[in-house]
């Protein structure tokens, strides 16, 4: 990822995930965009250059541009090294059309090369076309949280 598209990442990215974690209910408007922006900050505090995280514009050679952003955590330990999906952007143009799968099944080639065991992610439950991607590319639920509201 260039710093370019570093930059138009991000502040697409944080707007996304405060709109996302408004509708969870997790934060409220007033406060969602500077949550989303310090959660970025504190993740990426070197930016794209920071150690073990890794953004990828994801481009279609034939349109000449972007159709989407990837970005992955790499937990390596002695013992194992797994990659954790922090965020899978298809932009909404570019989407049920393969672009989603053919990210995942390279990022999955990817992970075998550098012996990567497990790729984890977590998905908002009213997120249901990436739900729906993950598990036709092999993605099983490990933990499922609810919550009810009080009225």
């Not at 955590?73 to 393969?98: A, M």
Request: a negative charge.
């Amino acid at each position: 990822m260039t710093i370019t598209d570093c930059n138009n990442y991000l502040s697409f990215a944080i707007k996304d995930y405060a709109k996302d974690k408004i509708m969870a209910g997790t934060w409220n408007e007033d406060e969602a965009i500077q949550l989303a922006a310090k959660s970025f900050n504190e993740l990426l505090p070197e930016g794209k250059d920071t150690k073990y995280e890794y953004l990828y514009s994801i481009k279609e050679d034939l349109l000449d541009k972007s159709v989407g952003f990837l970005w992955v955590h790499l937990n390596k330990t002695p013992y194992d090294s797994k990659l954790f999906i922090y965020d899978f952007i298809i932009f909404e143009e570019f989407r049920n059309v393969g672009y989603g799968r053919q990210t995942i099944a390279c990022l999955t080639e990817n992970a075998k090369g550098i012996n990567v065991s497990q790729i984890d992610l977590h998905v908002f439950a009213h997120n249901k076309g990436a739900i729906h991607l993950y598990e036709q590319t092999g993605f099983k639920a490990t933990d499922i949280s609810m919550s009810k509201q009080i009225k």
